[in-house]
């Protein structure tokens, strides 16, 4: 995971203007009310999954795509959703210009999954809620992992053959997990 940090670079997704921050580990604001996560939290997140190169990821909330672009170094397959259409029209350039082209971006709400990839090995949620959203939960594979802030804490869970296991991790703040999309 540390491999990946370093080969993508973080300027590429903070705002224009911003880059001197870029390599601060800090949450910076990319547009219409919503941040870009610090380098730890994302390496909390990330690490707490355990990925392996043969997974198959969703990501909810794409946001700057930093953490969509560390996925694609991480694992074989990454599905990401963005609510912010402004948002998506500009993440699928930076993603190629990274080098990270090979993640399937789409504009919609996330909390309705992605569901013709589904299951997943791992589904990773960058926004806040108090529930899992049940789509999220039944595209998760037997055996599979999904990180999402719940109550602001993030929290793991594992899916076993018919119930969830949950185990809290470190506190946070997080933008809001909303339904539906946006324009702006
Ligand atoms: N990991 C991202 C986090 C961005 S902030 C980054 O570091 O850049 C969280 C993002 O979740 C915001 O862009 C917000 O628009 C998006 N979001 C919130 N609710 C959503 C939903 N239901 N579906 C998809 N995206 C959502």
């Given at each position: 995971m540390l491999a990946a940090f370093g080969e993508v670079p973080r300027h590429l997704f903070v705002p224009s203007g911003l880059e001197h921050k870029a390599y601060t580990d800090a949450a910076l604001p990319i547009g219409g009310g919503q941040t870009i996560s610090a380098p730890s939290t994302v390496a909390v997140m990330l690490s707490a999954l355990?990925?392996?190169?043969k997974d198959r990821v969703l990501e909810v909330g794409t946001g700057s795509g930093f953490q969509t672009a560390l996925l694609t170094k991480l694992v074989s397959e990454v599905y990401t959703i963005e609510r912010n259409l402004s948002l998506v029209k500009e993440v699928g350039n930076k993603l190629i210009e990274a080098g990270c082209g090979t993640a399937k971006l789409r504009a919609g709400d996330g909390m309705l999954g992605w569901s013709e990839h589904a299951p997943y090995d791992a589904i990773i949620v960058s926004a806040g809620t108090d529930e899992v959203p049940s789509h999220l939960a039944e595209q998760l594979k037997a055996g599979g992992r999904m990180i999402i802030p719940l109550k602001g804490r993030i929290n793991l869970i594992t899916r076993g053959r018919s119930d969830l296991r949950f185990r809290e991790l470190s506190q946070c703040r997080f933008v809001p997990l909303l339904p539906g999309h946006t324009k702006h």
């Open positions: 355990q990925l392996t190169s």
